[in-house]
């Protein structure tokens, strides 16, 4: 079992950065892909990003993609999000979810493929 709290979020103008953190709890943090999805209002959950167990393999969505950076620090047992040059249009909701992988995988863009996810932390941006 897996439990997962974001953090981060807030308010913040267009062009701007957050840094987003999912804090997980167990001793397998270390067994599990990670990823990060989003859901605005009126909108399916989509995908933003996802990384490999050990941290050396990435995948993003097309619309985040060389702005937001996913990383993890296996000691610590958290995974974060930094986001940058903030549009508007990424305003949502943020989830943070953990896939069991011993493989090394990384492409895993589906909510299905989760096992565990987190409550969410919302990120506005103005204009």
């Known amino acids: 079992q897996v439990q997962l709290v974001e953090s981060g979020g807030g308010l913040v103008q267009a062009g701007g950065s957050l840094r987003l953190s999912c804090a997980a709890s167990g001793r397998t943090f270390s067994t599990y892909a990670m990823g990060w999805f989003r859901q605005a209002p009126g909108k399916e959950r989509e995908f933003v990003a996802s990384i490999s167990w050990h941290g050396g393999s990435t995948y993003y969505a097309d619309s985040v993609k060389g702005r937001f950076t996913i990383s993890r620090d296996n000691a610590k047992n958290t995974v974060y999000l930094q986001m940058n040059s903030l549009k508007p249009e990424d305003t949502a909701v943020y989830y943070c979810?953990?896939?069991?992988?011993?493989?090394?995988?990384?492409?895993?863009?589906?909510?299905?493929?989760?096992?565990?996810w987190g409550q969410g932390t919302q990120v506005t941006v103005s204009s």
């Open positions: 979810a953990a896939k069991r992988d011993y493989s090394g995988g990384y492409y895993y863009t589906s909510t299905v493929e989760y096992n565990y």
